[in-house]
């Protein structure tokens, strides 16, 4: 390639470096997870269960509670009859008889409504508890979006400053390359280094751009290349989960399972009362022909008044086999909270497991990296002073991003790992 068109190339290659970590430089506030955690449960299509649920849960309340009203009933019927009764022969009353009447009935006890309305209450509390807990589920793909992002942004950073410095050292063997003292070899080699890591360099942004893209659509916020994301400090949080780990029951599942067991105690209380008799009060008032007479063979209007008892029992052993059902439903809950808790308590073992391997390894991490700066640096004055050649030098400079590459991954999977482990024990990221 000839010289002006490579330096052309380089040029343009360095300018991209530079540009992104501007323009994330010029951004406003950096967004925090816990708000972002938050409007994705806003952004949820499921989100709006909640509230329509509710809504289902009032009207069915206001039918029971109506129940208490009084209750209208219509009939209307016309019919003709083989036989009627007769006196020497002579109908009394007519082959064609008509009758028509409106029935008002008031419920005075029925003792099923109060457990219907619990089991109505119960109800609509399971079913929120599970909407919630879907919801809650739906956190971990949005962590796992915003830490990607964090590491990418961050080893991106990185890997930028680096190919400024490496940039620095190609510089300055073009000048010694001018000036006769080093071989081309030596300049082709650092450029092709520069251009290598251009490479890596555009990987990362394209996985920048595609993870942008999911934790907008997650969170239905924008968020685009001038977007900060704020590293989220949970050591205080962690530690008090960790202390109290075995008591945590935070989870909206558990809220769940303690909802379906309040359900199935209120349909018990309810089958109960099913077996016990029902009263209630009643006027009928009607037209026909025959009336209230049997022997009237003109239309008359009638009315009657009552009180009517309602008593249906449960025969044949189905009242204890409806019991049965509840309670072997009961055990079935208290199997799938066993089983969720003992998922929950394998998940966070390797979550703590990563903890207490990163905080390790983030206590040696400066380490490291000085030691590295001091070879980088020594080969950078015998690269200039020419007693090294310019293979030696990548390698030292690649040594030392690598080393500044795992601190700042460290870091960013440190908080993930935190954060994971308090969205699997329930507790809210601060």
Known sequence: MPNPLRHLCLAVLMAAVTLPLAAQGGGGDALALRDLLHAAERTDRRAVQRALIAEQSALRSTTLDRERLPSLAGFAAGQYVSDVPSIGGTPMV??????AYLTVRQRLFDPSRAPRQAVERATLEEADARVRGALWTQRQQVSDAFFTLLALDAERATLAAAMTELDTQRRLAETRVAAGSALAGELALLEAELLRRAQALDEIDANRRATRAVLASLTGRAIDETTQLALPSLEAETSRAVAAMDSLRNRPEYAQFAGTRALLDARARQLQRTDLPRVSAFARSGYGRPGINPLARDFQTYWIAGV???????????????????????E???????????QLER???????????????LASDDTIIALHERAAGEARRRFAEGSITAGELVDRETDLLAARTARDLHRVRLAEAQARFLTTVGQEIP
């Open 94 to 99: 007519p082959f064609q008889q008509y009758d």
């Open 308 to 330: 009517q008892l309602e008593w249906t029992p449960t025969l044949w052993g189905g009242a204890s086999r409806d019991a049965e059902v509840q309670r072997l439903q009961q």
């Open 332 to 342: 079935v809950v208290r199997s799938e909270e066993a089983q969720f808790t003992a």
């Open 347 to 361: 998940a966070v073992q390797r979550d703590l497991a990563a903890m207490d391997r990163l905080a390790r390894s």
